[in-house]
């Protein structure tokens, strides 16, 4: 049974109102529903009776007692565990894969720092955000999703989408194209990009469907085979080097927003410790950290 749906349930129980619950816990309507759908499903009776309003049916009366030392119980473990050393605890911490290294390698050495054990895992976006929901992460450091506002979340860094071309390509140098102008380009393509399908509609609304030379699921062997002047890659901004030529396509209007989501119930110490450790990250290389507004 997941404890935020018995949450869900009670403060449903105790305004007698669905969107005056969901304000009262900082969640979105659809998805306080959907959670006490799934409570209903998992207990196999109905706990509202809709059609009067929201009223508790019979099962919902006998379950609210319960749920509330289910909370009770909860909350005397959490101050339990508090007690134990924060070494053995270790901090799990989700990565999405496509973060550039020095951002991984900043944000573990100040965890590190503070004595935190870690326990580390890439995984895609849509993973990092379910384990983070079924409470396997303690916290995600992920492209967010497309709701502007959600508890426990920190945006930390909004970026376009660009192509990075060879030293030897005839945009090198240039800071803006058009598709016609890549048309041609052969492409290396990140099998794990995020924005690939959007721009290849992008690129085929506009007639032009450039050859794949590569595939690759490493974000540093495509801007080694970029250097070689094996073709042109897109990526995220945070993703090229110094040394690397890049380009911005006027058609693609792409960019990922990137930050910080804590498990509702982290506790404030690791919490504050996570929110202070992502402040100032070095996100954008030397040559663009200047120009780059964010």
């Known amino acids: 049974m997941n404890l935020a749906f018995v949450r869900y349930f009670l403060a449903v129980a105790e305004t007698g109102h669905f969107t005056r619950a969901a304000r009262r816990l900082n969640v979105t309507q659809p998805t306080l529903s959907a959670g006490i759908a799934r409570l209903e499903e998992e207990l196999g009776a109905r706990l509202f009776d809709r059609r009067r309003g929201v009223v508790l049916t019979e099962a919902g009366s006998r379950l609210v007692p319960q749920a509330r030392i289910i909370i009770d119980a909860w909350a005397g473990a959490r101050a339990e ?122 690129f085929a609304h506009h007639g032009a469907r450039p050859p794949v030379v590569a595939r690759t699921a490493s974000d540093a062997r495509a801007l080694a085979l970029v250097a070689a002047g094996t073709g042109a890659c897109l990526m995220p901004e945070s993703l090229t080097e110094a040394t690397t030529d890049v380009v911005a396509v006027a058609e693609v209007r792409l960019e990922r927003r990137l930050g910080l989501m804590l498990r509702p119930d982290l506790d404030p110490d690791a919490a504050d410790l996570l929110r202070e450790s992502v402040r100032g990250l070095p996100w954008m290389p030397p040559r663009q950290a200047t120009l780059i507004a964010h």
Not at 149 to 173: D, F, K, M
Request: positive net charge; glycine residues 4%.
């Open 81 to 202: 565990l508090r007690q134990v050393p924060v070494a053995r605890r270790p901090l799990r911490l989700g990565l999405l894969p496509t973060l550039p290294d020095r951002i991984v390698m900043t944000l573990t050495a100040r965890l590190a720092a503070s004595g935190r054990t870690l326990d580390l895992v890439e995984a895609p976006a849509e993973t990092l955000q379910t384990r983070l929901r079924r409470g396997q992460h303690d916290a995600i450091l992920t492209v967010l999703p497309d709701e502007a506002t959600l508890p426990r979340l920190r945006a930390l860094h909004r970026e376009a989408y660009v192509v990075a071309v060879p030293s030897s390509h005839v945009l090198a140098g240039y800071s803006r194209a058009t598709i016609a102008d890549l048309a041609t380009t052969p492409f290396v393509l990140r099998q794990h990009c995020e924005a690939h399908a959007a721009a290849r509609r992008v």
